[in-house]
Structures are given as structure tokens and as C-alpha cells.
């Protein structure tokens, strides 16, 4: 049975999990890096003193520092926070199936990074017109859904496929227009790729801000998942929480795609992963842990993930996206097929 | 249990009035329910049972009047205009809490999208006893196994909800009724999907949760189904017509074949004795 304490055990748990994740992602690569280096690099001096003599490796320390650490923190953030966005996206929606670009805040986003690429701006106007995008596309959504005061999940998911479509053609308009040289970089955008995180840090601090959040309504939630009449009945101000809930998951998912593109399949695999997984111990969906053993296990796996795609044939790099999605396709399949049967 | 309302009605209400769209479910409705009482409401499909019911739960506004649930004031508006629409009551969050701890509403649809054992969902019921960042302690499990119990699910608690036969699911929706602990008991169709045997079980359940030590804090607001049923576990009788009339009473002098046959609009014959009348259809 659920408890605070066990609870806490999964949660500590899964923070080794992520632990030894960073440690694979900051080791690994063309240029090799020792136990040391990773010290010196993550702790700073202190350490060398005591490990002195083991040889000036400053190259690899400059390395973790300034190329794989900002990136494995980045991939950590998106991860988690696509993670976090798809979870409280399945409970807004009550739908298994809903990850955080059905509302079409990936749409909205592409759309306006590529119409900054196109206009040749710089890199940070292009996050910021990715982001001004993905909020853009989500009041279309709240306020069309919204129409009158009921707010019905079958009008929001319509018309957020709507406009997830409406901003597919849009972006495949700007394609066939753009110039050849601006091609390769908008469709590594479309792909997702972390190697184009340069400052994870707000990534960091949406992602904290988000779990702090939607943890103090996480039993809500649950009953949220369970029907809005039953959580009307309970007590919860379904509304109230609703409103709540699709602004985060907005949030999380705006700076995730701005953060690293739209990488998919993480926010709609790894809570179902996550779940099974609990369901195993006899938590099946208990947002209070679920929530941010998601966040844990998203940033896990897309760090993991985007470790193999700039090492498995580098140095090429592939787009990460594409191998979350190469994994979440048959993984996602497998659990289909699963439920099918249970 | 301290703040249990001793005596006072469970529900008042005084020129109440329903409408769902253009229908009138019931007008002028001035009707209480005493701890101790049981009620079942008859009515065609579509009369607007449910619809009370939730209007009862807080759950949704009514038109005009007054309406006193477990002590809570449920404002109601005044009239709105044509075109308005339904929304969430506008009573206190203080008020809402005491809701959901004093009355329970069972429902006619239970959803379950996502896995969950029997246990995890019945301890739903305990939400409103729980403060913010409480988890449920041993003695919420124990309520719930008790309710579990008297919902005669034992042995079910680690069963995943989604591979329960209807009935097992109407019966833990019940449990976690129970484990709620309320003081008004809202049942919509609280027979749905259920065999006979557990027909009478979860209505004798119920009888025995709003007697004896229960009767000066607990009643009971049923929509059934079967009128035999209805006098024989409610004392009274809340019969809705459409068009906004209504007849409140004993079950005794409300629950008439006549009444029945203009109720349903089918010839109903009574049969038994008094104290065991069935109705059946011509």
C-alpha cells in the first residue's frame, strides 16, 4: 500500500537512477574522461589536491564542463519536464493516449521557431518566438474549447488536434519554402536535438517550479483521473484545478520544446512506463508518486537517450528525437498490446 | 465526529425549483429529509431524477428557491435568463468542504482510464478527511477494509478495478461510499448491474447504515427503479411526474398503483399484503 515513507524509498531510488545516468552521459563520448576529471569538473579543485598526481587531463575537464554538462542537464530538464507535462496531460484529458503535444503546443512552437529561422534571426529569438508559439497555440486551444463554461474533454482534445494540424501545414508550408541552407537546422528543430541546448538552467527551474506545483494537488489529481463528478463530490474545485493543470502542463511543455525541439514519445511513453512499473509495487496511479517518479525517469531516459545519439556512430550525432521515438514506437506498441490482453 | 449535524434536517428546501434546458423537473419543490429517513425517488427515464439528485449533491444549480444541504447553504441564484448556462454552485469553498464530508453521492457511471486496484479506489472516498499532504494512515485502510467488507468484496483489495464484472464494480463504487463516511447517503440507481441476492444486500446494507445508532445523524435519497423495492427500504416516497409536478410523502399512501399507473404511464396491479406490496405491470 502506498505510503509516505515507501514513496520516498522509490523516489531515492530513482534519484540514483538519474545519478548514474549523468555520470554515463558525462563519461561517455570521443574524448575519454577519468573518475578525476568528472570530479574536478563537477566539485571543482578540492578534489584534485587530494587526487594530485594523477596527471593534467584539463582538456577532459574542459569538456565536461562546457560541452557535456550544460547538455546532460538540458536533456535531463527536457525529459523531465515532458514527462511531467504528458502525466498531467493523461489525467486532464482521462485518456491514456494523451501526450503534451496532443493540445497542439508543439505545433504552435515549430511554427514560430521556423518563421524566426526563416527570418534569419538569431538563436535566442528563435527560443523566444518557439515559446511566444507554443503559448499562442494553447489560448487558441483554451479559448475555442472554452467557449461556454462547459469545458468538455472531447472539445478540448478536438480542437487541439485541430490546431496541432493546422500548425503541421503551416510548418510544412515554411519547409517548401525555405532556403536550401536553412533546411538542415529547421528540420533538426522539428526532430528535436539537445545538442542545441546552450543554457539549461530555465529548463531547471520550470521543471522545479512545475513539480512544486502539481505536487500539492497530486490527490486531487487522482481524483481528478477518476471523473470531475466524483471530484466535485470529494471536494475538489474541478474547475479550479483543471485550469490549473492544463496551464502547467502548457508551461512544462512550452519550455521543453523551446529548450530542445519537440523530442517525442517521451511525454506519452514514460508516464505509462512509469505506471506499469508502479503498478507492479501496487501503486497504480498515484499521482503523488507518479508525478515525480515520471519527472525522475523522463530525465533519465532522455539523457540515456541523447547520450547514445551523439555517441553511437559520432561523430556524427544523430537527433535524439528520433531515437526516443525509434524506442517509444515499439515500446509504446508492446504496451498496446498488452492492455489489450489484461 | 464532532461536527455531525444532530437532528437538524439533511436537506431543506423551500420553493425549489429543477430545470434541465426548457424541462421542468420539478417546481416549487418544498420538501426536508430527517436523519433517520429513508426516501426513494420514482419517476419516468428522462423526468429528471439524476438531475435532483446531483442539484441535492451541490453538484449543479438549480433555478430558484432554497436549498439547505447537511447544514451548508447551497446558494441558488435567482432565475437566470433563457440561454444561461449550468455551472459549478457558487457556495463557499468552506461550505464545499463540509459537503464532502456530510453527504456521499453514488453514481450511475464509474470510469476507470487508468489501472487501479479495488483498494486504491475505494480509499478514494477518504479525500475529504485528509489534509493537504496527509496519506492515507493504517486507520483509513482499516475503514476502507471494513467497507470492503460490508460491500462484500472481501479478498478483492489487490484486484486490478478493470477486470471487474459490472456488479463488483457497482459494489465498490458503494465501498467507497462507505469509506466516505457520510451522513446523507445520494444514491443514483444504486441497484445497477446487481444480481438479486446483492440487490437486497446492498439495500438492507443501506438500511442498517441509516438506523438504530445511525438514525439521529443519517438518511437516505435513492433513485429506484422498482416501486417493491421502494417500499419496502423507504419509508417515503419522492414521486416526480414531469412538467415540474411532484408528490412527497409516507411511502405508505404515495407508492398506490394509482399513483404508479399515472407515474409511468403503464397499468401497474399491486399485490401482498401491506407490510410486503409488490407492484407488476398489466
Known amino acids: ?342 | 465526529m464532532h461536527d455531525i449535524v444532530r437532528m437538524a434536517p439533511l436537506i431543506f428546501t423551500r420553493d425549489l425549483s429543477v430545470r434541465i434546458g426548457s424541462h421542468d423537473v420539478c417546481r416549487a419543490l418544498n420538501w426536508q429529509v430527517n436523519p433517520g429517513e429513508r426516501w426513494a425517488i420514482l419517476g419516468k427515464n428522462g423526468v429528471g431524477k439524476s438531475t435532483l439528485l446531483k442539484t441535492l449533491a451541490g453538484l449543479r444549480l438549480a433555478e430558484t428557491g432554497e436549498l439547505i444541504v447537511c447544514g451548508a447553504p447551497i446558494a441558488v441564484p435567482p432565475a437566470r435568463t433563457a440561454g444561461g448556462t449550468l455551472g459549478v454552485p457558487t457556495f463557499s469553498r468552506e461550505s464545499q468542504r463540509t459537503l464532502a464530508k456530510r453527504r456521499g453521492y453514488l453514481t450511475q457511471h464509474h470510469n476507470d482510464p487508468f489501472p487501479s486496484t479495488v483498494m486504491e479506489t475505494a480509499l478514494i472516498g477518504r479525500h475529504p478527511h485528509l489534509g493537504r499532504w496527509d496519506w492515507e494512515s493504517t486507520a483509513d485502510h482499516e475503514i476502507t477494509r471494513t467497507a470492503l467488507a460490508e460491500a462484500d468484496l472481501v479478498g478483492f483489495a489487490e484486484r486490478e478495478v478493470q477486470t471487474l464484472s459490472g456488479g463488483e464494480r457497482q459494489r465498490l463504487a458503494v465501498a467507497q461510499l462507505l469509506t466516505q463516511q457520510p451522513q446523507l447517503f445520494l444514491l443514483d440507481e444504486p441497484l445497477t448491474h446487481l444480481d438479486l441476492s446483492h440487490q437486497v444486500a446492498i439495500m438492507e446494507l443501506f438500511k442498517r447504515k441509516t438506523q438504530g445508532e445511525f438514525s439521529m445523524t443519517s438518511a437516505l435519497v435513492a433513485v429506484l427503479h422498482d416501486p417493491g423495492f421502494a417500499v419496502r427500504y423507504c419509508e417515503h416516497a419522492l414521486l416526480l411526474f414531469g412538467h415540474g409536478e411532484w408528490l412527497a410523502g409516507p411511502a405508505r399512501t404515495i407508492i398506490t398503483a394509482e399513483n404508479l399507473t399515472r407515474l409511468y404511464g403503464h397499468p401497474l396491479r399491486e399485490i401482498g399484503s401491506d407490510n410486503d406490496r409488490w407492484f407488476i405491470p398489466c
Open chain 1, 1 to 342: 500500500m502506498p505510503s509516505r515513507r515507501r514513496a520516498l524509498t522509490v523516489l531515492a531510488l530513482l534519484f540514483a537512477l538519474v545519478v548514474a545516468s549523468f555520470v554515463v552521459a558525462l563519461a561517455a563520448g570521443s574524448i575519454p574522461v577519468t573518475t578525476h576529471d568528472l570530479f574536478t569538473a563537477l566539485f571543482g579543485e578540492m578534489f584534485s589536491e587530494k587526487w594530485a598526481g594523477m596527471g593534467e587531463t584539463s582538456l577532459a575537464i574542459e569538456v565536461v564542463r562546457g560541452l557535456r554538462l550544460p547538455r546532460a542537464l538540458g536533456a535531463f530538464a527536457c525529459g523531465g519536464l515532458l514527462a511531467l507535462a504528458g502525466a498531467l496531460m493523461q489525467v486532464l484529458l482521462r485518456n491514456p493516449l494523451a501526450d503534451p503535444y496532443v493540445l497542439g503546443i508543439s505545433g504552435g512552437a515549430a511554427v514560430g521557431a521556423l518563421l524566426a529561422m526563416l527570418a534569419g534571426l538569431v538563436l535566442w529569438l528563435i527560443d523566444l518566438a518557439a515559446f511566444i508559439g507554443a503559448f499562442a497555440a494553447m489560448l487558441i486551444v483554451f479559448g475555442l474549447a472554452h467557449g461556454d463554461s462547459s469545458w468538455t474533454r472531447t472539445r478540448l482534445l478536438l480542437t487541439g488536434v485541430i490546431v496541432a494540424a493546422g500548425c503541421g501545414a503551416a510548418v510544412a508550408l515554411m519547409l517548401s519554402i525555405a532556403p536550401e541552407a536553412q533546411l538542415r537546422g529547421m528540420l533538426f528543430w522539428l526532430m528535436g536535438d539537445a545538442g542545441q541546448i546552450s543554457e539549461p538552467r530555465p529548463a531547471l527551474v520550470v521543471l522545479a517550479a512545475g513539480l512544486a506545483l502539481a505536487l500539492p494537488f497530486a490527490r486531487e489529481l487522482n481524483l481528478l483521473a477518476r471523473g470531475d463528478v466524483l471530484a466535485q463530490t470529494l471536494g475538489v474545485s474541478v474547475n479550479h484545478v483543471k485550469r490549473g493543470v492544463y496551464f502547467l502542463a502548457a508551461l512544462t511543455t512550452a519550455t521543453a520544446v523551446t529548450t530542445a525541439g519537440s523530442i517525442g514519445f517521451i511525454g506519452l511513453i514514460v508516464p505509462h512506463l512509469t505506471r506499469l512499473g508502479l503498478m507492479k509495487l501496487g501503486w497504480g496511479n498515484d499521482q503523488r508518486l507518479l508525478l515525480p517518479a515520471a519527472t525522475l525517469v523522463g530525465g533519465s531516459l532522455l539523457l540515456l537517450a541523447d547520450t547514445l545519439a551523439r555517441t553511437v556512430i559520432a561523430p556524427q550525432q544523430l537527433p535524439v528525437g528520433v531515437l526516443t521515438a525509434l524506442i517509444g514506437v515499439p515500446a509504446f506498441l508492446f504496451l498496446l498490446g498488452r492492455e489489450k490482453h489484461a
